[in-house]
């Protein structure tokens, strides 16, 4: 269990790119990073597109004004000439922004936290991977859900053969806050998401089902695709070549298959992310609606809900526990824990602990490679008329 005790020997000096005033998901990453106090401060900032409106976010946060900079050109340069400067850089801005951001970063010798979808393509990811290997530095990236616990109950579950064997992978983050295109034109946050120069290839499968893709891939170590089907539309037709719902169909190497449906068209739904894993004995279902329990269904017995927090759980889920049983264990916990991770590879790397590296479970580098990847199959098959391509 978690209690806020410091787990690295001093809080890295953290610095914020974007995730300003006005932006939706700046606030989960401070939460997430400060939580514990004891593995960040945030010490600098250039929190906005608009230097002045970001500036005075950042004094109101308790940033010294003379690090609140203008842009993250200011920010790398001045931070770099201080003894005290930054050691880590959150970048979450909208996509397009990404990779220059981080590629300067890295070359200004700073780990890195960034967004997802990470880039708009492999190649650049593959880029960046190299340009980190060589620096000696860490990309993490925000699925943020995927801290949760009961998530790592599921992954030990399955490794222990308490399923059987894997047979079907069902996948789903949907949403209706895209049904209607009111937000397209008012919204500064929505305005970019279907903006293919901004938010690259895809809309929905890049901004949600990425986050899913990866909760499969921590869950499932083992299972890789093999070839996948994306059928891919834009109900608001001004969206388009940008879809605002994709179903994809997957086939695993060793027979399982698999499907996602994204979504930001699901009218009225509020149930964001679901993944149940099918096994030959036994099916295995969490939903981030209700992330405190996870079903554990045996073919021909009765249901069982497991519970965060309770000693019967995997002792990697009660490893990243906070709050303990009966108290509802979410997002923001989740969040904490994947920023806490962050927190240790850089300081293992820092450090050159490397069996604390080989050891660590946490959406890295290759994590946001395979995001990207997810992303430029799916639109090579949709493009091909929703055709079944090989996995690249
Ligand atoms: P947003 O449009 O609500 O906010 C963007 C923020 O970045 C604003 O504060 C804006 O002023 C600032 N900004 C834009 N360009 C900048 C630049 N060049 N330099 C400094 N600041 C700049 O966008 P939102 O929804 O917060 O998304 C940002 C990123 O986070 C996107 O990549 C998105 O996909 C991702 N995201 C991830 C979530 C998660 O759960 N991990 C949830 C929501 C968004």
């Not at 809080?11 to 606030?27: D, E, N, T």
């Not at 990207?372 to 199959?377: G, Q």
Request: charged share 20%; proline share 4%.
């Amino acid at each position: 269990m978690l209690n806020g005790e410091r787990k690295i020997p001093r809080p890295l000096r953290w610095a914020m790119i974007g995730g300003g005033r006005l932006s939706q998901v700046g606030y989960k990453h401070r939460s997430g990073a400060l939580r514990d106090n004891t593995a960040y401060q945030l010490v600098a900032c250039a929190f906005d597109i608009d230097a002045a409106r970001g500036r005075d976010f950042g004094i109101n946060l308790g940033v010294a004004a003379d690090r609140c900079y203008d842009d993250y050109h200011q920010l790398l340069s001045e931070e770099a000439k201080r003894a005290d400067g930054i050691e880590v850089v959150t970048i979450a801005t909208p996509n397009g922004t990404h990779y220059e951001i981080t590629k300067a970063a890295l070359n200004a010798g700073i780990h890195v936290i960034c967004e997802k979808p990470l880039f708009f393509t492999s190649a650049e990811a593959r880029e960046i991977k190299a340009l980190a290997a060589a620096k000696g530095l860490i990309v993490g990236v925000t699925y943020g859900f995927s801290g949760h616990p009961l998530l790592m109950q599921m992954r030990a579950m399955i490794a222990n053969g308490e399923i059987g064997e894997v047979r079907m992978v069902e996948l789903q983050y949907t949403h209706g806050f895209s049904a209607n295109d009111s937000a397209d034109k008012f919204s500064e946050s929505q305005k970019w998401r279907v903006d293919p120069k901004i938010a690259g290839p895809t809309f929905v499968l890049g901004d949600i089902s990425t986050h899913t893709f990866y909760i499969s891939q921590l869950v499932l170590p083992d299972l890789h695709i093999k070839s996948l089907l994306c059928d891919r539309q834009s109900f608001i037709p001004s969206r388009a070549p940008l879809e605002d719902n994709a179903m994809v169909l997957m086939h695993y190497e060793g027979g399982a298959v698999g499907r996602m449906w994204a979504s930001s068209i699901n009218a009225g739904s509020m149930d964001s992310q679901f993944i149940r894993v099918i096994g030959s004995q036994a099916s295995l279902e969490w939903s981030d609606y209700n992330p405190g329990e996870l079903k554990y269904e045996i073919q021909g017995k009765p249901t069982q809900m497991m519970h965060h927090g309770m000693p019967y759980l995997d002792e990697s889920a009660l490893a990243c526990e906070r709050l303990g049983a009966l108290h509802t264990e979410g997002l923001a916990e989740s969040w904490a824990n994947i920023y806490l991770k962050f927190a240790i590879a850089i300081s293992a790397q820092q450090r050159g602990d490397q069996q604390t590296l080989d050891n660590l479970i946490y959406p890295d580098i290759n994590a946001g490679l395979e995001g990207v990847r997810w992303i430029e199959n799916c639109v090579r098959s949709a493009d091909n008329g929703s055709t079944w391509v090989n996995y690249e």
